[in-house]
């Protein structure tokens, strides 16, 4: 399969998904901002300003580490790709990285975005303190209390966070927010999306700027062991962390690409955020694809006990990839994702994000289809600080299950 089967049309559609469905307010934003993009993406003085800061400021590389007791429970050579080891923690900041140097080109002093972990909020207010742009993060009131320890490090970084009270008071209405403001200041101001999500160009933006995680773990494991894997594993929130690890690898056809998406508590309409095994195609935030929705298009409540996968649509890119059948997707519960935290931090030491949980216990549960001779790379989205306190609420209340691990 050639590398550019899944790369969008003019108009950002990846197949039948994708596209450009936003109000005749943001067209011409849009259209700004895509055409701006086409030009830096083909610039070798911006790509070498972003290798630059990639590797002295976010601290890449990220080293793939062949993890050894991992392996053994598993019955196959596992290695992690330690995107947990960006600065502020998790892979978010390759994009807003990407996307500061873009809006710097454009001469705009003042970035937003959205978040629902607090992840992409403290890189996009990071990369902003750094260059000295004004920042606004805009973040459900659910999720603020949620991740408190995420929001006093965005205020700590000058960036003014606004709570957003509709709704579920989650990521959904963080996006609406951001989108109103971008509308009213687009001449000042560059919306920073987080994930490969939204209109066209962001989901094939920031899938672009998350593929330097495929990029070196292609060059790392060919370094180490002369051939490709044969499972490469990833978390599916909107789906960045994963494209961005997949990407690289997609014309290597005998590579397995596996997503995993949140099955929160059961496949039941509120209680999980497993859109492909839950939900049916339709339009969310702009773009075409697989979205938790009633029959009259109403979207769903969606749960899991990680808030970075805990929305309603999934990446337009991924919707084509599993039509192709060139990617599968599964889904993990909560509590097999708590599994898989306290399983790597017993095994490895080191203590992973609910969301990349999801990866590892995927691995943990499916064990029985690797062989001794398989390669398999699972992507460490982020490291767990911030999820600590939800760990002990889980505990909690599961007192039974609770902290025995897997
Ligand atoms: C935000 C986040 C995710 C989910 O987002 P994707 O766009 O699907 O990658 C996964 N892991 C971590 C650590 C995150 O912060």
């Known amino acids: 399969m050639p590398r550019g089967i899944t790369e969008p049309d003019s108009l950002g559609r990846f197949g039948p998904y994708g596209g450009m469905f936003v109000p005749e307010t943001l067209m011409s934003p849009l259209q700004e901002l895509a055409s701006e993009y086409a030009r830096i993406r083909r610039d070798a003085g911006f790509h070498r300003e972003l290798n630059y800061y990639l590797r002295n400021f976010v601290g890449r590389p990220t080293p793939l580490y062949h993890a050894q007791r991992l392996s053994k429970e598993i019955g196959a050579k596992v290695y992690l790709k330690r995107e947990d080891l960006c600065h502020t923690g998790a892979h978010k900041i390759n994009n807003s990285m990407g996307q500061v140097l873009l809006a710097r080109r454009m001469g705009k002093h003042r970035v937003i975005a959205e978040t629902g972990a607090g992840q992409h909020g403290v890189a996009t207010a990071t990369v902003a303190a750094m260059f000295g742009l004004e920042c606004v993060i805009y973040m459900g009131a659910v999720d603020m209390e949620r991740q408190a320890l995420n929001v006093s490090r965005m205020r700590r970084l000058g960036a003014t966070v606004v709570p957003v009270t509709a709704g579920q008071q989650t990521l959904k209405e963080a996006i609406s927010e951001a989108m109103r403001d971008w509308v009213t200041n687009v001449r000042t101001t560059h919306y920073i999306l987080g994930s490969a999500l939204g209109a066209h160009p962001y989901p094939m933006m920031v899938r672009d700027f998350q593929s330097v995680i495929g990029r070196e773990a292609r060059r790392q494991i060919l370094a180490a062991e002369r051939r490709l894997p044969t499972h490469i594993i990833a978390c599916v929130g909107g789906g960045s962390n994963s494209i961005?690890?997949?990407y690289p690898f997609i014309k290597d056809t005998k590579v397995r690409l596996i997503g995993?998406?949140?099955g929160g508590e059961a496949i039941k309409p509120g209680r999980h955020a497993a859109r492909f095994a839950g939900g049916h195609v339709g339009i969310l935030q702009g773009t075409k694809t697989y979205v938790l929705q009633d029959a009259d298009g109403q979207i769903q409540l969606t749960h899991s006990v990680s808030a970075g996968l805990d929305y309603a649509a999934v990446g337009p890119e991924h919707a084509l990839l599993r039509d192709l059948k060139r990617a599968e997707y599964h889904h993990i519960s909560d509590a097999d994702a708590i599994r898989g935290v306290n399983t790597l931090c017993r095994l490895e030491g080191i203590l992973p994000a609910l969301e990349s949980a999801h990866a590892v216990a995927y691995a943990l549960k499916s064990k029985r289809q690797f062989k001794p001779r398989d390669?398999?790379?699972?992507?460490?989205?982020?490291?767990?600080?911030?999820?600590?306190?939800?760990?002990?609420?889980?505990?909690?209340?599961?007192t039974q299950s609770g902290g025995k691990g897997a």
Do not use: P
């Open 244 to 246: 961005g690890i997949f």
């Open 260 to 262: 995993v998406e949140a």
């Open 375 to 398: 390669i398999v790379i699972i992507n460490l989205s982020g490291r767990g600080d911030k999820d600590v306190q939800q760990m002990e609420a889980w505990d909690a209340a599961h």
